[in-house]
T-cell receptor
Framework: GAVVSQHPSWVICKSGTSVKIECRSL??????MFWYRQFPKQSLMLMAT?????????EQGVEKDKFLINHASLTLSTLTVTSAHPEDSSFYIC???????????FGPGTRLTVT | DQQVKQNSPSLSVQEGRISILNCDYT??????FLWYKKYPAEGPTFLIS?????DKNEDGRFTVFLNKSAKHLSLHIVPSQPGDSAVYFC?????????????FGQGTTLQVKP
């Protein structure tokens, strides 16, 4: 149990376009989901906390108008990278919180390349 | 401000020996710590965790030790196996924050040689 999926697993887009990444909890309901990004050989950096039915909470330095997060249901959160630029190229990972405050189940990640 | 630090970017051990991965933290509000294993192009998978009320937690080949006074934790893998080769992240969180946010270290790449 506790499976989290992400779609797509990789995407290449042109500079200036928008890309949507989906995060789904497949066998449990997640009131809270988290979005991270990871640069090569670096740590996972929390971008935002997504709560079902309410606005996401963004970490300091993360542009909320650029990284749009929607958590419309208990099993789906989406991250839209708007007007993507090459510096947005990264590995984006979501996680979903389980029953316990401490449990987080991670998706397999999405590799975004902006050309 | 790196609140969780893994100062060793890499570690290489021989199969069958012990692997010790270290992690330091600075925020005394952290009260729960987790270790994750990550393969390239995949999401992290949970390994083991420890609450601040304990100093040791064991699960099979994996043992995590917590030294609160030193703000230090370590993950021991015994015996190490080639399949353990991966990047290991420690993470910390604060129950009182009630957010479930995890703060990750930079990761340590473990290579277990056959």
């Amino acid at each position: 149990g506790a499976v989290v999926s992400q779609h797509p697993s990789w995407v290449i887009c042109k500079s200036g376009t928008s890309v949507k990444i989906e995060c789904r909890s497949l066998d449990f309901q997640a009131t809270t989901m988290f979005w991270y990004r990871q640069f090569p050989k670096q740590s996972l950096m929390l971008m935002a906390t997504s709560n079902e039915g309410s606005k996401a909470t963004y970490e300091q330095g993360v542009e909320k108008d650029k990284f749009l997060i929607n958590h419309a249901s208990l099993t789906l959160s989406t991250l839209t990278v708007t007007s993507a630029h090459p510096e947005d190229s990264s590995f984006y990972i979501c996680s979903a919180r389980g029953q316990s405050l401490y449990e987080q189940y991670f998706g397999p990640g999405t590799r975004l390349t902006v050309t | 401000d790196q609140q969780v630090k893994q100062n060793s970017p890499s570690l290489s051990v021989q199969e069958g020996r012990i692997s010790i991965l270290n992690c330091d933290y600075t925020n005394s509000m952290f009260d729960y710590f987790l270790w994750y294993k990550k393969y390239p192009a995949e999401g992290p998978t949970f390994l083991i965790s420890i609450s601040s009320i304990k100093d040791k937690n064991e699960d099979g080949r994996f043992t995590v030790f917590l030294n609160k006074s030193a703000k230090h934790l370590s993950l021991h893998i015994v015996p190490s196996q080639p399949g353990d080769s991966a990047v290991y992240f420690c993470a910390a969180t604060s129950y009182s924050s009630n957010t479930g946010k995890l703060i990750f270290g930079q990761g340590t790449t473990l290579q277990v040689k056959p």
